[in-house]
Structures are given as structure tokens and as C-alpha cells.
């Protein structure tokens, strides 16, 4: 099958990437049923890349809805070793205006309604998640940012939550409270998994809106977002294309190495459908 070492997964308004080249589509089969959509591989300046649209082309997947372990282990199929997420999210602070960017560096998982490990089943694994996201290509995600003239923040903390309805104004202010930095619906469980699959994760988060907590403002529509989101498409696309050829070609980071000392479970414990069925991650771990 067509690999590729570099994943994009695209969120609300982000469905395709322009000047990708020798384009073809691909949909894995997994032990966790199909992905959201077929992953489109191409080519941008010579390097391979799987771009995956996250709701669907035509938007049709909900968030808790959305097929995550089954993405996140066809792009590991597909030989990827590192995932760019775009995603919009609401702003809980005053300094981050509608339309800029975040790349945050923390979360906080208030979903409710997922699957959020590949484990169990007799296989247990306890992964560290101190640093969600990836932070080599976290860097290289925002330096990218700046380059195209974005009014992006480095840092901060992105609260999932588990939607689809938006937040009330008691939940805005509590998470205000807490000190993050924005919320959203889909960087959980993507990042786990990730982490789990050992591949490198990191976001470009587009604030849309204030949420609901400012009252100086109007509340968060879906017409709205939609709308600021389509204004940051092509600036999520310039930066992309500018960060997919500053990746290094070998990982200097921790996250290829997360299961190393994370599964616990005696190997001859270990059922043998969930070796066959985790086998791309654990394999070689475990054999």
C-alpha cells in the first residue's frame, strides 16, 4: 500500500489541500472499522503526505460520532510518523481575537463519550501524556505561523469538550477560570491515540469566536464559525506547506518511543486476537 510519513487531518472547513501531486485515494481497513474518509496521498515539494478530512468531506461525522481510533491507526498504516491537526476552537481569553491562531501545548479533557485508548481487551499499557503534544513539531507549526504574518500564540491550554452543542456561560467561565486558553471538540482523543500509535501530534488551532463568557460580543453560532474559518483556510494551508518541509526526516523527540516502557501485561498473558489486532503498534514490543 502507498505510504506516506506525514499526516494532515482536517477539520471544520478543511477538506482538501490544494498542489498536492500524483494524488490518489486509499482507505484502510482497521480492527476498528473505517476511517472518517478516504485519505487522500499526494505529494507537496517532494514529500509524501495522507490528508485526511476528520468530519467527512461534505461534513457529515459529529464529533463524538468520529471514528478516531480507526483513523489514527490507518494513518499509522500508512507508515505516518507525524500528524498536523487543524481545528477550530472558541477563544476563552481576551487576548486571543477571532481568526488568530494557537498552537497549544496542554489539554484538558472534559469528553465523556469516547473510546479514548487502543488498550484493553488483555492488554494493558499506561502512557505517558504529561506533554500531549509533540513539541518538536509543535515548534516548527508556529515559526511556520509567524512566517505567514498570522496573529498566532505560542503555548496554552485547549479544553475538549464533548459537544455538539457549544458551551453554556457557566462552563465558558469555569474553563476561563482554570486559565485555558481555548476550547474545542476533536484534539481529544485524537492526541492520545496518537501518543499511543507513537506518532508525533501537534495543532493549529483557529479561534472562530469568544465562546459565550464575552459580553461584549455575540454568542458562538455555527454560522459563525464556519465563516471565520474559511478566512483562516488558506492561512492553515500556506502553513502547512511551509512546515511539512521543515520536518526532520529523523525524529528527535520522544513520542516514537511512548510504549517502550508502557505495556505492562506479560506477553503470554496477552490474548492472541489482541496481539493480531494491535499488532502495528506493539509488535515489536511484544514478539
Not at 472547513?13 to 482507505?27: D, F, N, P, R, T
Not at 508525533?200 to 459565550?212: I, Q
Request: proline content about 5%; aromatic content about 6%; some cysteine.
Amino acid at each position: 500500500m502507498t505510504e506516506a510519513r506525514i499526516a494532515v487531518i482536517g477539520g471544520s472547513g478543511l477538506y482538501e489541500i490544494e498542489g498536492m501531486a500524483s494524488i490518489e485515494e486509499v482507505k484502510p481497513q482497521t480492527p476498528f472499522g473505517e476511517p472518517s474518509d478516504a485519505i487522500i496521498i499526494g505529494e507537496i515539494e517532494g514529500n509524501r503526505i495522507a490528508f485526511l478530512p476528520r468530519h467527512g468531506r461534505g461534513h457529515y461525522v459529529s464529533p463524538t460520532e468520529l471514528p478516531v481510533r480507526a483513523n489514527i491507526y490507518a494513518l499509522k498504516s500508512l507508515g505516518v510518523e507525524c500528524i498536523i491537526s487543524v481545528s477550530a476552537v472558541g477563544s476563552l481569553q481576551e487576548e486571543i481575537h477571532p481568526l488568530d491562531l494557537v498552537v497549544p501545548d496542554q489539554l484538558i479533557d472534559r469528553t465523556k463519550s469516547r473510546v479514548n485508548t487502543f488498550f484493553g481487551g488483555g492488554l494493558v499499557a499506561h502512557v505517558a501524556f504529561a506533554e500531549p503534544f509533540c513539541p518538536v513539531l509543535s515548534d516548527i507549526l508556529y515559526q511556520a505561523a509567524v512566517e505567514t504574518g498570522a496573529g498566532v500564540h505560542k503555548g496554552g491550554t485547549y479544553v475538549v469538550m464533548e459537544g455538539p452543542l457549544f458551551s453554556t456561560k457557566a462552563e465558558s467561565n469555569l474553563y476561563r477560570s482554570w486559565g485555558a486558553s481555548v476550547v474545542g471538540m476533536t484534539a481529544l482523543p485524537e492526541a492520545k491515540l496518537a501518543r499511543e500509535a507513537e506518532i508525533c501530534y501537534a495543532t493549529v488551532a483557529c479561534a472562530t469566536d469568544y465562546d459565550c463568557w464575552h459580553e461584549a460580543e455575540e454568542s458562538v453560532t455555527i454560522e459563525m464559525v464556519i465563516a471565520n474559518l474559511q478566512k483562516n483556510v488558506g492561512r492553515a494551508k500556506s502553513i502547512i506547506k511551509t512546515a511539512i518541509s521543515r520536518i526532520p526526516q529523523t525524529r528527535e523527540c520522544g513520542c516514537g518511543e511512548a510504549l517502550k516502557d508502557a505495556i505492562i501485561t506479560a506477553p503470554d498473558k496477552i490474548p492472541e486476537k489482541t496481539k493480531r489486532e494491535l499488532a502495528l503498534l506493539v509488535g515489536k514490543y511484544i514478539e
